[in-house]
């Protein structure tokens, strides 16, 4: 019983991953070309997220300031989540007043809906800044978009569709992969 309950985790982040190829590969191009224009532009990506999330905020400022696969310059990323943690008290809102510039991108990662209304005050300061933003976000199926208030025409919304937090965790850091990835790509071409 045991190791069918584990195959069958192994099953259903398969199938989610499967679906997410197939509906996300646009929205997930369009944000690869919005951090590619931002950076050759000469702007910053800003990654941030809350709770345990921002630990996804944190590597993916890590994997576009560094490295992803192939080596190139480092690209001008950070993670706002980390300067949260580190300035107890300081949320994202003030952190983007103070680091937030006309033509940066705020990458936001949330994988919980309860999160939804803390990130009306971020958002707001985004919009202020004329910031772009690229939101990883989750819905159950079948459930209303309950971002479509927070986000704006020209923001790009990779929305994971499913119930269960740890798979739309899984299917989200295979989105920050393949963003990485993509952004590499268009930097530097295939390495193949």
């Not at 499967?18 to 931002?38: F, G, I, N, S, T």
């Not at 994202?92 to 990458?107: C, E, K, N, T, Y």
Request: charged letters at 20%; glycine letters at 6%; aromatic letters at 4%.
């Amino acid at each position: 019983m045991i190791e069918q309950r584990i195959q069958q985790q192994f099953f259903e982040s398969a199938d989610l991953l499967y679906q997410a190829a197939e509906q996300l590969a646009r929205p997930l191009a369009m944000a690869a070309q919005m951090v590619v224009d931002a950076i050759t532009g000469g702007n910053r990506i800003l990654c941030a997220a809350h709770g345990l999330a921002a630990l996804d905020a944190d590597y993916l400022a890590a994997r576009l300031a560094g490295r992803f696969e192939q080596e190139r310059p480092g690209l001008a990323a950070w993670s706002l989540a980390a300067q949260a943690r580190e300035a107890a008290g300081l949320d994202i809102a003030r952190l983007l007043q103070a680091h937030g510039h006309p033509g940066d991108v705020l990458v936001m990662i949330e994988p919980l809906r309860e999160q939804r209304d803390a990130w009306q005050p971020a958002l707001a300061v985004a919009h202020a800044q004329e910031m772009s933003i690229i939101a990883l976000t989750a819905q159950p199926p079948g459930a209303a978009d309950e971002w479509r208030g927070l986000l704006q025409d020209t923001d790009i919304q990779i929305r994971v569709s499913h119930g269960r937090e740890p798979r739309v965790v899984e299917a989200q850091r295979v989105l920050l992969h393949a963003l990485a990835d993509a952004v590499d790509l268009q930097l530097l071409g295939s390495d193949e």
